[in-house]
């Protein structure tokens, strides 16, 4: 995980006068392109990290340098402590050691002398938990998994992935990963995953992804919707990067990736919602409209 790899990069060069950044790459076994964006993320970070080229070039740390727990504020190492307790129950495991290096800086952390002001509920359910610790193993040794996905829609298909990234938003887990019978990146909800098998074929860094993501987005539904007013907060915490206000509604400029989504997210909204565009999205709106006037018709 990438947390843990900045941490032990940050490590090496506390330790070492010089580190290579193939050294790096070999070690946590990424790229070379992945381990220069993870000594830029440090840079950011406020920790100086000097680049030397040529045959004896590599990282290390700028003259005059060093990491003390002072460098952090006792509200820093908490925040990020209780991120990783509340993320452990999940992982089972996987951050005990990050958490234990983070006690040894700040040994308060570890007896009960700080106050958590900020707690992290990353509870979630058992069906994400059974598929959360095989992912993160798969990620750690580059292995492809094998899993049945079951959509929004309910419709069911084998994937055979490359595991990228898992992320955590609103209480679900999802699973970032270059799906190889699509060709292309993908998000998987974790708990629509069932029959996961992890492969010991092993999979090389691609390049680019990024690109191919921007690729992934211009083929989703760009959708203008306008809402009323009265649910306002819904809508701002719903599309909280895509809205606008003018005078008595709130408008909202969003890509849906899937036709069923899209509906499911625009008739939870009732009659406050109406769509603006595109016209295609209107007519499948009705079309499902039709065909739940058309069930309980049959049921009558």
Not at 38 to 47: F, W
């Amino acid at each position: 995980m990438k947390l843990d790899r900045l941490l032990g990069i940050t490590m090496e060069l506390l330790t070492k006068k010089r580190v290579t950044a193939t050294a790096l790459a070999a070690r946590y076994e990424v790229s070379v392109r992945t381990i220069y964006r993870d000594v830029d993320l440090i840079n950011q970070a406020g920790i100086p990290v000097a680049s030397f080229t040529g045959a004896d070039g590599g990282f290390e740390l700028m003259s005059g340098f060093y990491l003390t727990r002072q460098h952090f504020s006792i509200d820093d190492f908490l925040a990020i402590y209780n991120l990783l307790k509340g993320i452990e129950g999940t992982a089972k495991g996987k951050y005990t050691t990050i958490m234990n290096k983070l006690g040894t800086l700040q040994p308060a952390l570890l007896n009960g002398g700080c106050h958590e002001q900020i707690i992290f509920d990353m509870s979630t359910s058992e069906r994400e938990r059974t598929w959360v610790q095989p992912i993160l193993h798969a990620m750690d040794r580059s292995n492809l998994i094998k899993f049945t996905y079951t959509s929004a829609s309910g419709s069911c298909s084998e994937r055979q992935v490359e595991p990228l990234h898992l992320y955590w938003e609103q209480g679900v887990w999802y699973l970032e990963a270059y799906c190889l019978f699509k060709q292309a990146k993908r998000i998987f909800r974790v708990s629509r995953i069932s029959a996961l098998e992890a492969s010991s074929e092993n999979f090389l860094p691609r390049e680019n992804l990024e690109e191919g993501r921007e690729e992934n987005k211009a083929l989703g539904i760009q959708a203008h919707l306008r809402f009323d007013s009265s649910i306002g907060p819904r809508v701002t915490e719903q599309f909280p990067e895509a809205f606008i206000s003018v005078e008595g509604y709130v408008e909202v400029q969003t890509i849906f990736y899937t036709t069923a989504y899209a509906i499911s997210v625009i008739l939870s909204y009732g009659s406050k919602v109406e769509i603006l565009s595109p016209p295609e999205l209107k007519e499948d709106l009705l079309q499902e409209l039709e065909n739940i006037r058309n069930r309980y018709e049959i049921k009558s």
